[in-house]
């Protein structure tokens, strides 16, 4: 970190010279000696103002103590710049306790809220030279956004710009992006930590949850289908430690964010003063220094809001990143066509084994750095969605027999199995799955006399290519009636029973 030994809240080096430390001490006298010694020994000398020569010796010496103040800024915006160290997590929990922070930060973010504390103080000794300061502190946030922007760029962007990212193809999509920070599990992230979560958490029931969770994944499902049909391995983030790096940035931009704000309202309505430190011609214009400290909280909040946005990005690539990796797999496990076997297998398919132990490596890469919230975020509705791929994946199977039939079950119960053991919930949305599936088991008699009698259970056209993959699969057995006879018999059918799938 900056200043080998030094904690990561200290943002100067160890070494400092004398200079530097007597130029500091300018702060702890400045007010006492400019307020009130200096006033008195003008009035008893009958001076003008300024005409004291203490008044200009301790000009000389703010001179210096903002030239060195500068020059320290500058040594550590190119220590976080050079050292990989910097963009390391800080995880020791009293650190972190010390600043208020709930889970792992980067050590650079830390380093520059130790230095906007510092920064502030030096404001408050200080204040007729706040404008000082505050220039230099946009400087810093400044450099660091610039900074931060291109290390998320590194983690997402691929090697090869032929290559795109889904999860950042659908961040962009405005209207992904519009329905997930839409969403009631969005809204409730948002909540201030600072607040009381339970006046503003809205709960949602069971069914807006599974509703919800069925909008996003078939948005997503019709927004892949537009361009085409499967995700190759170029086009998904799968080296676990960038997505543990999103994390990090994510809990990092969001807690500085947060600092940033709080920073800006506590700063004292004053208007700074640099006339000594700039050119005779800037000083013609008092509007000049009156713009500088009117515009400064603007500034402040929106490079806070910059922040927030960054790590908003990371959260929904993330998101979006682990839905990637489960159309990838999936879709592998479906395109070969036929889908049938002799031998009844009792192993799931190696898709699913790979997509289980993706998941899981997923999970323990971010369990550490996203807070609990984050994480259910995150991992939410994985079972519906996981549900509804499979069952739209069965418009690309064009035969399967009895054993793949029950290899299907056994791939949806390991995949139910792995998930529950994630977000520590049943994941009853696989459930459905099963039962689509079982449903090849059936004719077609038994099929349309099932929705008479319970109600349908899925959508007519889950229903359709279901007989019509039956019709395929059972090529040369006797039929009593063509495939075109019981798919209009199910629309018939379902135009008289309510569908509430």
Not at 150 to 173: H, M, N, V
Not at 179 to 202: A, F, G, I
Request: glycine letters at 2%; proline letters at 3%.
């Amino acid at each position: 970190m900056l200043g080998i030994g030094s904690p990561a809240g200290s943002w100067r080096s160890a070494n400092f010279s004398m200079s530097w430390l007597s130029a500091r001490n300018i702060t702890l006298i400045y007010k006492t000696l400019f307020r009130k010694f200096i006033t008195d020994i003008e009035e008893a000398l009958q001076l003008e103002s300024g005409n004291c020569p203490l008044h200009s010796f301790l000009i000389d010496c703010v001179k210096v103590f903002l030239d060195q103040v500068s020059i320290e800024v500058n040594r550590l915006l190119e220590r976080i710049t050079t050292s990989l160290e910097t963009w390391q997590p800080v995880t020791d929990p009293e650190e972190l306790k010390h600043f208020t922070a709930k889970t792992a930060i980067l050590k650079s973010t830390l380093v520059l809220n130790s230095c906007l504390t510092e920064m502030e103080e030096y404001i408050n000794a200080l204040p007729d030279y706040s404008s000082y300061f505050l220039q230099l502190i946009c400087h810093v946030l400044q450099s660091y956004k610039n900074l931060s922007n291109s290390a998320y760029k590194s983690l997402i962007y691929p090697d090869s710009e032929d290559q795109r990212i889904f999860s950042l193809t659908w961040t962009r999509d405005e209207d992904i992006s519009r329905l997930l920070r839409s969403l009631p599990n969005w809204t409730n992230l948002k909540v201030n930590n600072d607040s009381n979560e339970e006046e503003h958490n809205y709960e949602e029931s069971p069914e807006e949850i599974r509703f919800r969770n069925k909008e996003e994944s078939e948005l997503l499902i019709r927004n892949l289908s537009y361009a085409k049909d499967s995700i190759s391995i170029n086009e998904i983030i799968s080296e676990h430690t960038k997505l543990r790096n999103l994390a990090l940035m994510h809990e990092s931009m969001e807690w500085f964010s947060s600092r940033i704000l709080a920073f800006a309202q506590r700063l004292p309505d004053v208007q700074g003063s640099v006339r000594s430190l700039v050119p005779d011609k800037m000083n013609d214009e008092n509007d000049l220094e009156i713009s500088v400290g009117m515009s400064t909280k603007a500034s402040l909040k929106k490079f806070a809001e910059e922040f927030m946005d960054l790590a908003d990005t990371c959260l929904l690539v993330i998101h979006l990143e682990i839905r990637a990796h489960c159309f990838y797999y999936l879709l592998q496990l479906c395109k070969q066509g036929s889908y049938t076997s002799r031998k009844d297998d009792e192993e799931p398919e190696p898709e699913i084994l790979k997509l289980n132990a993706d998941l899981t490596k997923i999970d323990e890469s971010l369990s550490p750095i996203l807070q609990i919230k984050k994480m259910r975020y995150v991992f939410e509705g994985l079972g519906e969605l996981l549900s509804t791929i499979l069952i739209n994946s069965i418009n690309n199977i064009k035969k399967i027999n009895e054993n793949k039939v029950k290899k299907m079950g056994r791939n949806i119960f390991a995949i139910q199995q792995n998930l529950a053991g994630i977000t520590m919930t049943r994941e009853v949305a696989l459930d459905r799955a099963r039962q689509y599936f079982e449903l090849l088991n059936h004719t077609y008699e038994e099929i349309l006399n099932q929705i008479v009698e319970e109600g349908p259970q899925f959508q007519e056209h889950e229903y359709s290519a279901l007989i019509q993959l039956l019709h395929n699969s059972r090529e040369g057995v006797y039929e009593q009636e063509p495939v075109s006879y019981y798919l209009e018999k199910l629309r018939q059918i379902l135009d008289e029973v309510a569908v509430s799938v």
